[in-house]
């Protein structure tokens, strides 16, 4: 038993010095960060309250520690299982122990056991059994021997030799089996492959009409090793969709490359063409070992390794805009008059109030075919007086830009109320409307009224909202459909914690949805809480907490500092101070001979404070430093100040667009080439990479991200293929850079009214090459370049 505690904590250590290295900190902080998600801490209650422990671990690095934690656990697992598997064969030795114990990646350590998993049985153990191995070896150790004159002495029709040949094709599958189990050599090769290898696409026979939209693909060539995230899905969506054939090919020239591989064999067996008598066999067989075994195999096992990494990439970027999404500005307590544009089945209508709650519905048809615009504006301005409405919320959809006119005449009808109005983006409503928790919210409501009232609040409190639907249906990524649907929710989710646990949430206001996004709450004491508040009304203390049923004190240690409680008994409460931490800020006010009401938000007497005087053994100097900082601005909303974009009044459709036009809009996706941004015409336009800035950009979101309002001036526009090419560099007049016709496969929102799903549009049709004195093709070359 001891013994395997001390494997355990051998193990334990070893992970942490693996993880401490590779998030850059030291392996008491890796240590200290594992043993708290061991026992439950969840990542922002660890990044925010725990800075002493962990060392000031930030949450990317908690975040980055938790995925390879459950990595390098799953390795440590197989490794054990690997090392008994083999033990139980009798077949352990110290020296493949060792290669074991040291392999650092589940890929290497899978080499190693391939020899050893059992299988079925293969046509080498049934040369093995008719007693062929000493053929192959004979001929391999002395190749002057004549391989005919030698293989006729294992003739044996009792064993199921029949003659010379059936004996020499035994003997060579034996070494094809040995050299394609050798994990060193599948190491060496796999790595050699990686480096030099080419991925070739070609049409499927007889799919080119159909497979139309990936013509672009029919003859693509690219260097594994260099071909972007966004690009391999797409490859890899025409090879599910059984368009594209899809090849790894050694190197630019196809044939010099397997030559190449095969030579690799050959030296690794110790095999030359020195005109001795088995040189050719065994050449052979090093041909057939490249070529039926391990270039197969790698490919398999390459492509695996290339989509799993384009799969984190494209998850980052959904992950990157769907956090830009969820912490855009809040337009505050105000009332929202919510309007879901449609034509032929109407503009759904709803009305909030100030604090969200649902007051009012109705349907309006201004568009075709009805063409009730007066009707529609006087039942709108009858709502406006009613609600005293101050902000209009239109969606994005169809009709949204003759929706925005109509909302125009309204604010003209209306002066007096001085109403604003904001497109928003409507993506994952349709999906709320139709989800459970919609339902439940309003039973009797019709499911398209729904998706208004969704349009309304996104508009007051976007990630209040946007919690209660499901992350991948609000449709900020690329290529999300193609992705680990497993590991893309979980990373998702991570994002909306964080998201919600940076704000923090008042509990006498939230959904259920929302807390059950608060660190430490599964929906049932999310749910439990909100049952709690309608039944005794207002939480007055987070002390209170400690009522719901179900939320014990492992609980309320990890939910408490996120949840705010306003105008209650604590002015704490108010605030993300802990109430582990009050202690802390009694000490305080005790120094300082004040209430708490006087000292918070007093800046010039909380700057003059030492942290080092409030320090204990439990509190230091990070957490003080946070509580004085929060004393200052207790509740402070890390979410910038709320403004909205202005689209261009007559500029309704792509049609209406015109080079040169400089307009304003909104930051829908940001992908690795570029920003789409909407500028109300129901169609995104595109800013490559090399027009967004002045400077040279390595990742567009180091300038903008979703959410973002900017300026940007229309290079040209093809109505035809709904394409629109901004730049935000205003004295750019020349056309747009056109960089490969991949770069626009991962599209977000082809079609505006088309729907909310987000990046499953078909790949693009290939562009003409931009003129050679383009100074943005010039600009995109030294990008590419770099």
């Not at 990646?105 to 190693?112: A, N």
């Not at 307590?333 to 759904?348: F, N, Q, S």
């Not at 000490?587 to 938000?601: A, N, Y």
Request: proline share 5%.
């Amino acid at each position: 038993m001891q013994d395997l505690k001390q494997v355990a904590a051998q193990v334990a250590g070893k992970i942490a010095r693996l993880i401490a290295e590779e998030i850059g900190a030291q392996t008491q902080q890796a240590q200290s960060a594992i043993a708290l998600l061991d026992e439950g801490a969840t990542v922002p209650f660890i990044a925010r309250y725990r800075k002493e422990v962990t060392g000031g671990l930030d949450d990317t690095q908690l975040r980055n520690l938790e995925t390879r934690l459950t990595y390098l656990r799953e390795l440590e697992d197989r490794r054990a299982a690997v090392l008994a598997s083999i033990e139980e064969q009798g077949k352990l030795s110290d020296e493949l122990r060792g290669e074991i114990e040291a392999a650092d990646s589940k890929s290497r350590l899978e080499d190693l056991y391939l020899p050893y998993k059992p299988k079925r049985r293969t046509k080498a153990q049934i040369a093995r059994e008719a007693g062929l191995e000493p053929l192959a070896d004979g001929l391999l150790a002395d190749p002057m021997q004549v391989p005919e004159e030698f293989a006729a002495g294992f003739v044996d029709a009792e064993k199921g030799v029949a003659d010379v040949k059936a004996a020499l094709d035994g003997a060579r599958a034996i070494l094809m089996e040995r050299w394609g189990e050798d994990a060193a050599l599948v190491g060496e090769l796999r790595g050699w492959l990686h480096e030099v290898g080419v991925i070739r696409a070609k049409v499927a026979e007889g799919k080119e009409l159909a497979g139309e939209k990936f013509r672009d693909y029919f003859d693509h060539a690219e260097p594994l090793a260099k071909i972007p995230s966004h690009r391999l899905l797409a490859l890899f969506r025409g090879r599910r969709e059984e368009f594209l054939f899809l090849d790894l090919d050694p190197g630019t020239d196809a044939a010099a490359g397997h030559l190449l591989a095969e030579g690799r064999v050959a030296v690794h067996a110790g095999i030359k063409a020195q005109g001795r008598p088995a040189d050719k066999w065994l050449l052979d067989c090093c041909r057939l070992t490249w070529k039926a075994k391990l270039h197969l195999h790698l490919l398999l096992d390459l492509f695996a390794q290339a989509r799993e990494k384009a799969e984190v990439e494209a998850i980052d970027v959904f992950g990157d805009n769907l956090k830009d999404l969820m912490l855009a500005a809040p337009a505050g307590a105000k009332a929202v008059l919510g309007l879901d544009p449609g034509l032929r089945t109407g503009v759904k209508v709803a009305v909030v109030d100030r604090t969200g709650k649902f007051v009012d519905h109705a349907t309006i048809y201004p568009h075709e075919p009805k063409r009730q615009w007066d009707q529609s504006l006087a039942l709108l301005r009858q709502l406006c007086v009613k609600h005293q409405v101050e902000l209009i919320a239109i969606g994005n959809g169809t009709a949204s830009r003759e929706t925005d006119k109509l909302a125009g005449d309204l604010i003209k009808l209306v002066p007096t109320l001085s109403m604003q109005k904001i497109v928003v983006s409507e993506a994952g409503a349709s999906v709320y409307s139709a989800s459970e928790f919609a339902a439940k919210e309003f039973p009797n409501l019709d499911v398209s009224i729904r998706g208004a009232v969704s349009i309304a609040r996104r508009l007051q409190d976007p990630l209040a909202e946007l919690v209660k639907i499901e992350p991948k249906a609000i449709g900020v990524g690329q290529y999300q459909h193609d992705v680990d649907q497993f590991r893309l929710a979980r990373t998702l989710d991570a994002r909306v914690e964080d998201c919600v646990n940076a704000v923090g949430v008042d509990v006498n206001t939230a959904s259920a949805a929302l807390l059950t996004r608060v660190s430490g709450l599964s929906s049932t004491v999310a749910e439990n809480i909100v049952v709690y508040r309608d039944s005794n009304g207002a939480f007055k203390s987070r002390k209170e907490l400690l009522k719901v049923p179900r939320l014990g004190d492992k609980t309320f240690e990890q939910c408490a500092g996120f949840l705010r409680i306003s105008d209650g008994d604590q002015p704490l409460d108010a605030s993300s101070v802990h109430p582990e931490a009050y202690p802390v800020v009694e000490r305080i006010l005790k120094q300082c001979g004040r209430e708490v009401k006087q000292v918070i938000g007093d800046a010039s007497l909380l700057r003059g404070l030492k942290p080092e005087q409030f320090t204990d053994e439990r509190f230091g100097v990070p957490t003080v430093r946070d509580i004085l900082k929060e004393l200052e601005k207790p509740g402070r909303d890390p979410r910038p100040e709320f403004k909205a974009a202005r689209f261009a009044d007559g500029v309704e459709d792509i049609k209406d667009l015109r080079e040169g036009m400089i307009l304003e809009g909104v930051v829908s996706n940001v992908a690795a080439f570029g920003a789409f941004v909407d500028i109300g015409v129901h169609q995104d336009g595109l800013i490559h990479i090399s027009a967004l800035s002045d400077k040279y950009v390595k990742d567009p979101r180091e300038v903008v991200k979703a959410g973002d309002i900017v300026k940007v001036k229309v290079l040209e526009v093809d109505v035809a293929r709904k394409r629109i090419a901004l730049t935000r560099r205003l004295d750019d007049s020349a056309p747009a850079p056109r960089g490969p016709r991949e770069d626009r496969d991962a599209r977000p929102n082809q079609n505006r009214g088309g729907g909310r799903d987000g990046g499953r549009g078909a790949p693009m049709p290939k562009q003409a090459p931009a003129p050679a004195n383009n100074a943005l093709a010039a600009a995109f070359a030294r990008a590419k370049k770099s």
